[in-house]
């Protein structure tokens, strides 16, 4: 009698010993004469076992272990699975030259493909079993491409609508007037900046907020396509924990520049 044997948490395939360490009998299941090959059909949760001397395929359910044989050609050495199109190709080598193909859903056979050779026989189901692989990862990426495009018109439709900052995403909008810079410093050795720039010219207003609270709001004057530098440690002092929020009334554009022993960072903030 031939049999497969089949282990918890995984499923091990050969007429061998199992490593005790490593897996744990749970049952054998008879299946035909000298099994030389396996393909495991996720979707449908079956086992395809080709049986060299038999001719046939013996189909497992990885539910119950319940057997179904399935005839093919002479010596089948090698299966695989396309889930892609409910097809089973089983390559008979040696005296054959051709692959059986079986329905993945009704496990008839379907017909016979002829090759010309074993060689070309293991090729050909080598292809099949490729040809799903690509298929299924186009499928995962085009579902991975769908969702950040929804993702990106969720954001949109949010600030296209916000008018409060009720949480992050309706705090957003697409009219940069507003920046936050959370987490800055002007310890001994750290120099902070704010780099702003403003397509047209109109006055923002600066607040400053270090442990001991915000400091009085200060104005400043963009010119139109200008850059303008302010230095924040002159603004707060040394030896501060600093965030910083820029107000204007019309779309400008900001970033902290913060240097420490010579080291550069920037941040490009939060804005609303």
């Given at each position: 009698m031939w049999s497969l044997a089949v282990a918890t948490p995984l499923l091990a395939v050969g007429?061998?010993?199992?490593?005790?360490?490593?897996?744990?009998?749970?049952n054998n299941v008879t299946v035909g004469r000298e099994p030389i090959a396996v393909a495991v059909d996720q979707a449908t949760n079956r086992i395809y076992v080709a049986n060299i001397t038999s001719g046939t395929v013996s189909v497992i359910n990885g539910t119950d272990n319940s057997v179904t044989t399935v005839t093919v050609g002479n010596d089948p050495t090698a299966v695989a699975v396309?889930?892609?199109?409910n097809r089973v190709y089983v390559a008979n080598a040696v005296n054959s030259g051709w692959v059986s193909v079986i329905n993945d859903a009704t496990l008839d056979q379907i017909g016979d493909e002829i090759i010309?050779?074993?060689?070309?026989?293991?090729?050909?189901?080598?292809?099949?079993?490729?040809?799903?692989?690509i298929t299924a990862v186009n499928a995962a990426r085009d579902s991975i491409t769908t969702a950040i495009a929804d993702a990106r018109d969720a954001v949109n439709s949010h600030t296209d609508t916000a008018t409060a900052p009720a949480t992050a995403l309706a705090g957003r909008t697409n009219n940069y007037t507003q920046w936050f810079f959370a987490a800055g410093s002007t310890v001994?050795?750290?120099q902070e900046t704010l780099a702003l720039f403003?397509?047209?010219?109109?006055?923002?207003?600066?607040?400053?907020y270090t442990e001991s609270g915000a400091k009085a709001p200060v104005t400043l004057n963009l010119p139109a396509n200008?850059?303008?530098?302010?230095?924040?440690?002159?603004?707060?002092?040394?030896?501060?924990?600093?965030?910083?929020q820029i107000v204007g009334a019309s779309l400008f554009y900001a970033e902290r520049v913060i240097t420490s022993n010579g080291a550069m960072g920037t941040g490009s903030g939060e804005h609303n």
């Amino acid at each position: 009698m031939w049999s497969l044997a089949v282990a918890t948490p995984l499923l091990a395939v050969g007429l061998t010993s199992l490593p005790a360490a490593a897996l744990t009998l749970e049952n054998n299941v008879t299946v035909g004469r000298e099994p030389i090959a396996v393909a495991v059909d996720q979707a449908t949760n079956r086992i395809y076992v080709a049986n060299i001397t038999s001719g046939t395929v013996s189909v497992i359910n990885g539910t119950d272990n319940s057997v179904t044989t399935v005839t093919v050609g002479n010596d089948p050495t090698a299966v695989a699975v396309n889930q892609a199109t409910n097809r089973v190709y089983v390559a008979n080598a040696v005296n054959s030259g051709w692959v059986s193909v079986i329905n993945d859903a009704t496990l008839d056979q379907i017909g016979d493909e002829i090759i010309g050779g074993a060689s070309s026989t293991i090729a050909t189901v080598v292809n099949a079993a490729r040809d799903a692989t690509i298929t299924a990862v186009n499928a995962a990426r085009d579902s991975i491409t769908t969702a950040i495009a929804d993702a990106r018109d969720a954001v949109n439709s949010h600030t296209d609508t916000a008018t409060a900052p009720a949480t992050a995403l309706a705090g957003r909008t697409n009219n940069y007037t507003q920046w936050f810079f959370a987490a800055g410093s002007t310890v001994s050795g750290v120099q902070e900046t704010l780099a702003l720039f403003s397509p047209t010219a109109q006055t923002v207003t600066i607040t400053y907020y270090t442990e001991s609270g915000a400091k009085a709001p200060v104005t400043l004057n963009l010119p139109a396509n200008t850059r303008v530098t302010v230095d924040v440690n002159a603004a707060v002092g040394s030896k501060h924990q600093v965030s910083t929020q820029i107000v204007g009334a019309s779309l400008f554009y900001a970033e902290r520049v913060i240097t420490s022993n010579g080291a550069m960072g920037t941040g490009s903030g939060e804005h609303n």
